[in-house]
């Protein structure tokens, strides 16, 4: 991975800095290291097989400009081209002008989403936290998610530049503003190997 950061980095320099997370779609520079030959894509291949593509990329990029913290939740949604009703899918929601769709739990459980950490990653930087054996719960309702954190512990993701975490996209997890913020960039992005049903559609990366 050392040889892309670089590149990387250099990608997402006119990307915005004063947002939590930037929603990407159509870098083409990106594409090849999401396919499942590319340097990215090929872990998650390696996870869910051979059918596995990017279906979503967001970028978070924390300094102490933009320190903010996330709760503890479960990722519930998924980004499709345009709205289709569809049973079995739903509440949907508009995020960036992106049209979000929350799917039955199975097709989430399949997935797999990676972290590409541009940045080291200290204890003090923001680690991601994460709920071990959480996903294997189904879908938690919001209320209860406190008390699966204190019956199953949390563990922290830290990482070195070029380090890829990867983790099942359900997952219940979280990240604290920063002790001693540093510049944080991580690329986050979520596989599938499912097609949608009908005419519903991936909007992919």
């Known amino acids: 991975m050392a040889d892309i950061i670089g590149e990387l980095r250099a990608l997402f320099d006119d990307q915005p800095r004063h947002s939590a997370g930037i929603r990407l779609h159509g870098i083409e520079a990106l594409r090849?290291?999401?396919?499942?030959?590319?340097?990215?894509?090929?872990?998650a291949a390696s996870i869910i097989g051979p059918n596995s593509r990017a279906v979503r990329a967001i970028l978070f990029d924390k300094t102490a400009e933009t320190n903010w913290s996330l709760?503890?939740?479960?990722?519930?949604?998924?980004?499709?081209?345009?709205r289709v009703d569809m049973a079995g899918y739903g509440p949907?929601?508009?995020?960036?002008?992106?049209?979000?769709?929350?799917?039955?739990?199975?097709?989430?459980?399949?997935?797999?989403?990676?972290?590409?950490?541009?940045?080291?990653?200290?204890?003090n930087n923001a680690p991601l936290m994460i709920v071990p054996g959480s996903h294997k719960l189904g879908r938690i309702p919001e209320v209860e998610i406190d008390a699966v954190v204190?019956?199953?512990?949390?563990?922290?993701?830290?990482?070195?530049?070029?380090?890829?975490?990867?983790?099942?996209?359900?997952?219940?997890?979280?990240?604290?503003?920063?002790?001693r913020p540093e510049r944080r960039r991580v690329l986050q992005i979520d596989f599938s190997g499912d097609d949608l049903p009908g005419d519903l559609d991936w909007l992919g990366v």
């Open 71 to 82: 709760g503890w939740h479960q990722d519930r949604t998924i980004c499709v081209r345009e």
């Open 92 to 123: 949907w929601t508009v995020k960036s002008g992106m049209q979000h769709v929350a799917p039955p739990f199975d097709l989430l459980s399949r997935m797999v989403t990676l972290r590409v950490h541009l940045d080291d990653v200290s204890e």
């Open 150 to 179: 204190s019956r199953l512990g949390q563990q922290l993701c830290l990482a070195e530049t070029g380090d890829i975490w990867a983790y099942a996209t359900p997952i219940v997890h979280g990240s604290k503003a920063a002790t």
């Open 32 to 43: 090849p290291l999401l396919g499942i030959e590319g340097q990215i894509g090929t872990v």
